[in-house]
């Protein structure tokens, strides 16, 4: 069972007290519940821990290949995203870049795509 308390145990449990209602009772998750969560939280966290090391060594992999690891990020990061979403924040990003007046003349000339 839940350990209960009460914040001001000395005043009543009225909302309309001085205090602003500070004397509510505050329960508690029960210390077998708490365990079971804890546990079953830390397994996932290690199999979380895992795949991003996996998805990592794929990418490392992948660099060696001419894969630009921050453009990767940001193109996972579109990918997750509903297309409304995407469209949207890409909008704003050209808008923001043309308004940033960056240079935008050909930088890398001469190079193309791998296919």
Known sequence: MAKVTKLHPSQDDSENSENGGDSKTIKAIA???????HKA?????????????????????????HLHKG??????RL???????????????????????WDSSDLFRGNEAAE
């Open 31 to 37: 210390p077998r519940e708490f365990d079971k969560l």
């Open 79 to 101: 990918d997750k995203m509903d297309a409304y979403k995407r469209a949207e924040l890409r909008f704003h990003l050209d808008l923001y870049i043309e308004r940033a007046k």
């Open 71 to 76: 453009a990767y990020g940001i193109f996972r």
């Open 41 to 65: 939280v830390r397994t996932a966290e290690a199999g979380i821990a895992s795949e991003r090391g996996t998805i990592g060594g794929l990418i490392s992999a992948a660099q060696e290949k």
